[in-house]
T-cell receptor, first 114, second 111 residues
Framework: DGGITQSPKYLFRKEGQNVTLSCEQN?????MYWYRQDPGQGLRLIYY???????QKGDIAEGYSVSREKKESFPLTVTSAQKNPTAFYLC?????????????FGQGTRLTVV | DAKTTQPPSMDCAEGRAANLPCNHS???????VYWYRQIHSQGPQYIIH???NNETNEMASLIITEDRKSSTLILPHATLRDTAVYYC????????????FGTGTRLQVTL
């Protein structure tokens, strides 16, 4: 079945360590997105990518980095520069260049930094 | 992308219709209205979208006003499993556009 997979579901890290969250999709989608969600809050856009080897900052990119070396993969690195990294992280993908198409979301990674 | 305004919370009795409003007064002519929902601790799920005509699918109906400045998502027979946060989004697709979410409406379906 086609879909978007995030791993792991739960992740624990010590403060000061970088951590990379995985996002893979087999939907042949061009566009991929990373969001952060805090308790009781909506989704805030971290980074998005429309094509391979290209990505743009979202609304809260500071302290995060991404890469898009393959169409299927869009990993997010939470660096030690991110002041409050504990959150629920969601990855999404969508078709680029087609009007009115929806985005598909993964099930999320809950990151806890202690 | 245009900004949307939704009530923070709503209640609905099981079996009744849930009508969730959304204001998007600055919507542009090429922006679609999308609805997603998020059940606790899961990824958002697509529900429906439309440009200017009313739309219906197996999950819901979307009513867009003639001036396109507001819309209503209708769940015709709400069940307890419809309890979730519902997000209304407007965006241009087919371009390198962001997909921006607000805080949504928390719908509580009760017995």
């Amino acid at each position: 079945d086609g879909g978007i997979t995030q791993s792991p579901k739960y992740l624990f890290r010590k403060e000061g360590q970088n951590v990379t969250l995985s996002c893979e999709q087999n939907l042949n989608h061009d566009a991929m997105y990373w969001y952060r969600q805090d308790p009781g809050q909506g989704l805030r856009l971290i980074y998005y990518s429309q094509i391979v080897n290209d990505f743009q900052k979202g609304d809260i990119a500071e302290g995060y980095s991404v890469s898009r070396e393959k169409k299927e993969s869009f990993p997010l690195t939470v660096t030690s520069a991110q002041k409050n990294p504990t959150a629920f992280y969601l990855c999404a993908s969508s078709i680029r260049g087609v009007w009115g198409t929806e985005a598909f979301f993964g099930q999320g990674t809950r990151l806890t930094v202690v | 992308d245009a900004k949307t305004t939704q009530p923070p919370s709503m209640d609905c009795a099981e079996g009744r219709a849930a009508n969730l409003p959304c204001n998007h007064s600055t919507i542009s002519g090429n922006e679609y209205v999308y609805w997603y929902r998020q059940i606790h601790s899961q990824g958002p799920q697509y529900i429906i979208h439309g440009l200017k005509n009313n739309e219906t699918n197996e999950m819901a109906s979307l009513i867009i006003t003639e001036d396109r400045k507001s819309s209503t998502l209708i769940l015709p027979h709400a069940t307890l499993r419809d309890t979730a946060v519902y997000y209304c989004i407007v965006r241009v697709t087919g371009t390198a556009s962001k997909l921006t979410f607000g805080t949504g409406t928390r719908l509580q379906v009760t017995l």
